[in-house]
Nanobody, 120 residues
Framework: QVQLVESGGGLVQPGGSLRLSCTAS????????MGWSRQAPRDRDLVATI??????NYTDSVKGRFTISIDNAKNTVFLHMNSPKPEDTAVYYC?????????????WGWGQGTQVTVSS
C-alpha cells in the first residue's frame, strides 16, 4: 500500500555535506512521522525523526550536525548531513508511520536503504 524510496546516498568527504531524500507514495492520508535509521554493520539505530507537525528528535551523536526536515505536500523527508564523520558511514534507512485512511488505519515500514560512505 505504501512505498518508501530513498535517494541521495554516496561518498562524501569528512567535513563535507550530503542530503538524503525519502518519498512515501501510495495510500497516504496523513503522516504521523518519518525518520532515518542507520545500520553499520549490526544493529539498526535511530538517527532522527520528524512528525507531520515538524517536531524533531535526534540521536546524540548527530545533534548539531544533521538536520531532518519534511515536505508534507510531497510526502518527502530529508536528512541534511553536515560535517559528517567516518563513523557516520552506514546504510541509511527511511522509516515512516502514516495513516492510510480517515478511520485511523496506519502503515509502518522501511525503505530499501541507501549507502553513505564518509571517507577522504
Amino acid at each position: 500500500q505504501v512505498q518508501l524510496v530513498e535517494s541521495g546516498g554516496g561518498l562524501v568527504q569528512p567535513g563535507g555535506s550530503l542530503r538524503l531524500s525519502c518519498t512515501a507514495s501510495g495510500s497516504i492520508f496523513s503522516i504521523n512521522y518519518m525518520g532515518w535509521s542507520r545500520q553499520a554493520p549490526r544493529d539498526r539505530d535511530l538517527v532522527a525523526t520528524i512528525t507531520g507537525g515538524g517536531a524533531t528528535n535526534y540521536t546524540d551523536s548527530v545533534k548539531g550536525r544533521f538536520t531532518i526536515s519534511i515536505d508534507n505536500a510531497k510526502n518527502t523527508v530529508f536528512l541534511h548531513m553536515n560535517s559528517p564523520k567516518p563513523e557516520d558511514t552506514a546504510v541509511y534507512y527511511c522509516t515512516a508511520l502514516v495513516e492510510i485512511d480517515d478511520r485511523g488505519s496506519t502503515w509502518w515500514g522501511w525503505g530499501q536503504g541507501t549507502q553513505v560512505t564518509v571517507s577522504s
